[in-house]
């Protein structure tokens, strides 16, 4: 099976802009987490979509978002970027029958905002 | 607030070397994670532990979980420049459905 995809894998914006990154799990999975990486907070989970739905979201502004398509792909908007933004944009995929599941990571995004 | 927390932050060993790396949790979990990361790349599952008492091994690296305790072990046998690396731990919470990870322990094998 493939693994999970992510497009693009680097970006560079400037402040204010606004910006989509792109998840595609692996076959048959209908969960995607997505997770920001940066140096100084760590791993920090953003939001769950299940089946089109975002089923959990974790402590991030509203600038944030994102959304699940029907074949699972699932995007994340960054609206009006701040230089603290900057960090590796992580999805992951799992099968989202199970309470709990093993999630498998895509390569991640390197957004970097000037 | 969940707290997962990793102790070293940063270890530098010989090769040959045995060493531990802990990961303290402060919520109930019964399934805890070990992921490697390399400089720019994403996580690589080591391990899943899924109950009290378990114990995984891989190579060089083997893993315990004891869910009383809320404590998992990381120990690395006989270290090798390969092994030099992140390692995350990750606490699996129910509800709501996510990860919560360590702060991560930068590992750097030396010859």
């Known amino acids: 099976k493939a693994g999970v995809t992510q497009t693009p894998r680097y970006l560079i914006k400037t402040r204010g802009q606004q910006v989509t990154l792109s998840c595609s799990p692996i076959?048959?999975?209908?969960?995607v987490s997505w997770y920001q990486q940066t140096p100084g907070q760590g791993l920090q989970f953003l939001f769950e979509?299940?089946?089109?739905?975002?089923?959990n979201k974790g402590n991030f502004p509203g600038r944030f978002s994102g959304r699940q398509f029907s074949n699972s792909r699932s995007e994340m908007n960054v609206s009006t970027l701040e230089l603290g933004d900057s960090a590796l944009y992580l999805c992951?995929?799992?099968?989202?029958?199970?309470?709990?599941?093993?999630?498998?990571f895509g390569p991640g995004t390197r957004l970097l905002v000037l | 607030e969940l707290k997962v927390e990793q102790n070293p932050l940063f270890l530098s060993m010989q090769e040959g070397k045995n060493y531990t790396i802990y990961c303290n949790y402060s919520?109930?979990?019964?399934?805890l994670y070990w992921y490697r990361q390399d400089p720019g790349k994403s996580l690589e599952s080591l391990f899943v532990?899924?109950?009290?008492?378990a114990v995984k091994q891989e190579g060089r690296l083997m893993a315990s979980l004891d869910t009383k305790a809320r404590l998992s072990t990381l120990h690395i046998t006989a270290a090798v420049h390969d092994l030099s690396a992140t390692y995350f731990c990750?606490?699996?919470?129910?509800?709501?459905?996510?990860?919560?990870f360590g702060q991560g322990t930068e590992l750097s094998v030396k010859p």
């Open positions: 992951a995929s799992s099968p989202g029958t199970e309470v709990q599941e093993t999630q498998y």
């Open positions: 076959s048959g999975h209908r969960s």
């Open positions: 979509y299940f089946s089109e739905t975002q089923r």
């Open positions: 919520t109930t979990s019964d399934r």
């Open positions: 532990l899924l109950s009290n008492g």
């Open positions: 990750a606490v699996d919470i129910i509800f709501p459905r996510k990860l919560i």
